[in-house]
Nanobody, 123 residues
């Protein structure tokens, strides 16, 4: 049974930072692309960042480039999303998802999803 568990969310002031973690079990972690998505109240889910299984390739949504960094530790079955210079518009529930193969920004191509972690950025 595949499980993805997010952690690290919380309340932070604008300009602050947070590091989210996504820990997976039940799959051959190093063969899966892991993506981060977010959904704000009343808005559609949007792609944030993704990293291929080997870690050598990443993809970011334009609004987070230069502020967020995605990385992974395959020995710990964990992907991290380091977020700097947070803005109120980054407030959302953040989800990680797993997909076997290439990097995609389309959520419907991901096979497994976590339950999400809330990130709230106050102004």
């Amino acid at each position: 049974q595949v499980q993805l568990v997010e952690s690290g969310g919380g309340l932070v002031q604008a300009g602050g930072s947070l590091r989210l973690s996504c820990t997976a079990s039940g799959l051959t972690f190093s063969t899966y692309t892991i993506g981060w998505f977010r959904q704000a109240p009343g808005k559609e889910r949007e792609f944030v960042a993704a990293i291929i299984g080997s870690g050598i390739s990443t993809k970011y949504e334009d609004s987070v480039k230069g502020r967020f960094t995605i990385s992974r530790d395959n020995a710990k079955n964990t992907v991290y999303l380091q977020m700097f210079s947070l803005k109120p518009e980054d407030t959302a529930v953040y989800y990680c998802a797993a997909e076997w193969g290439a990097i995609f920004a389309r959520g419907e191509l991901y096979d497994y999803w976590g339950q999400g972690t809330q990130v709230t950025v106050s102004s």
